[in-house]
Every structure is written in structure tokens, then in C-alpha cells.
């Protein structure tokens, strides 16, 4: 799981960036599931994820 100063250096929209972060605070189970497929229907609407991947590759490499 990525630190909270990791998450808000990524190039994220506002509207994942806060998807994510909500759902690090959930604990029931098929509440987290359905928060994680929000996460990748707003993933999934992305014009361009490269510079999302890029920076995870920058945390991986620290």
C-alpha cells in the first residue's frame, strides 16, 4: 500500500485520488470490492494512465 505523500505526489484526478483514499479507510469487505471497481471504472476513463504508471515505477525504484 502506498504512503499517503506518495498517492498525493502522483498525477492523479481529484475524483481517484479521493476514490483512493477512501477506500484505504474501508473495512468491510464487499464495500472495499465495490470501492476498488469504482477505482477502475474511473482508471478505465483515463485519456492517458502513463504518468501514473511512470511515477509508481519511481516509487518501486526508491
Known sequence: ???????????????????IMEAR???AHG????????IGKLMGALDDPEPIREALERLRRK
Not at 1 to 13: I, K
Not at 31 to 38: D, V
Open 1 to 19: 500500500m502506498l504512503r499517503e505523500p506518495d498517492l498525493l505526489s502522483m498525477p492523479l484526478d481529484e475524483d481517484l485520488l479521493e476514490a
Open 25 to 27: 479507510h474501508i473495512k
Open 31 to 38: 464495500a472495499l470490492r465495490r470501492q476498488k471497481q469504482y
